[in-house]
């Protein structure tokens, strides 16, 4: 018998962490193409935190709630529902809404659990890996001892970049703030780390021959470094912009090494986007889990009431790999 009422994190207004609080509210409503999912835990990333400022509105439809991806145990299927039953255990992509006690999401954004990865982990996969994945490697093609530059190494999408990267053949080089986070990502894979504190990565990337493939977080001056390291040919993709969008950039360099500089957000995607994702995933990553060739990377699990201190680990880059919030 499902409960009435579920546990939830609110916002309470925009601003900053220590505005999350628990509430309460009724379960979702389940439509035809949903699994209910009881979660274990939910992911906290970066859009979290740009909701949860203000900046950044559900689309149409979505829950307000936090929370783009969870891992849990399904209670209710959907009429349409073939492949899930109740008792599953599963990971998945959200559109919203992770974090509370329970969850709608469709079907086909849910993934199973990889085997050597526990229930609380598998929570910190499907964010990092739809959108890595989808925004560097599907429908891609990659060559072997391509040098990839992946900007904020130690984090939860440069931790899945790196382990990807180089599991495919990839030369992965990677920025870091600390000792403790090169030797980190050295770990995961990554050939060069660069300590952004001591070295020059524009330097030490061209000095390698030049990035075919970079990740970048950052944004600000990054930008302007990324177009200077990157080989001619070379694609730079922009996933956030932590140290600010607006930039005044030279194009020329652009246009002569023929370079692709492309960003996206994966929330606002069509839902058949996102399905399609979750289908490559399965048949090209989920087996390199399989053959413990790649790993969880969770660095601490929070209790829903401790929401406040996981966004404030997370705004203070304290973390290497995945932070989690579990209603338990």
Request: negative net charge; contains cysteine; charged residues 20%.
């Amino acid at each position: 018998m499902l409960p009435s009422k579920m546990k939830t994190i609110e916002i309470r207004e925009f601003g900053q962490a220590n505005v999350l609080e628990t509430g309460a509210r009724d379960l979702p409503e389940l439509r035809s193409s949903e699994v209910l999912v009881r979660i274990f835990a939910a992911g906290v990333n970066g859009p979290d935190l740009v909701q949860r400022r203000g900046h950044y509105p559900p689309p149409k439809g979505a829950s307000d709630l936090l929370g783009l991806e969870i891992s849990g145990e399904v209670v209710a299927v959907g009429v349409d529902i073939t492949n899930w039953a109740v008792g599953d255990h599963l990971c998945a992509l959200t559109n919203g809404g992770g974090y509370a006690e329970y969850v709608a999401v469709e079907a086909t954004h849910c993934l199973p659990i990889p085997a050597h990865i526990s229930n609380i982990d598998a929570a910190g996969l499907c964010e990092t890996y739809f959108t890595v994945w989808s925004n560097l490697f599907f429908n891609q093609t990659i060559t072997a001892n391509d040098l990839l530059l992946v900007h904020g190494g130690s984090g939860g999408i440069g931790s899945t970049a790196i382990q990807l990267g180089s599991e495919l053949g990839m030369r992965v080089y990677t920025t870091c703030g600390s000792a403790e986070n090169c030797s980190y990502v050295e770990s995961l894979g990554a050939e060069r780390s660069i300590n952004y504190k001591e070295e020059d990565f524009v330097d030490v990337v061209r000095g390698a021959g030049g990035a075919n493939l970079i990740l970048d977080i950052i944004g600000g001056d990054y930008i302007a470094r990324n177009i200077k390291a990157a080989s001619a040919d070379a694609r730079i993709v922009q996933l956030a912009f932590n140290a600010g969008s607006k930039v005044e950039i030279n194009m020329m360099p652009i246009m002569l090494k023929r370079l692709i500089y492309t960003g996206s957000t994966l929330r606002s995607r069509p839902e058949q986007f996102k399905s399609d994702v979750a289908s490559d995933l399965m048949k090209n990553v989920w087996p390199m889990f399989e053959k413990k060739k790649l790993f969880a990377q969770t660095h601490k699990v929070f209790s829903f009431e401790q929401a406040s201190e996981a966004h404030s680990m997370m705004e203070a880059s304290q973390h290497r790999g995945k932070i989690l919030l579990s209603p338990n």
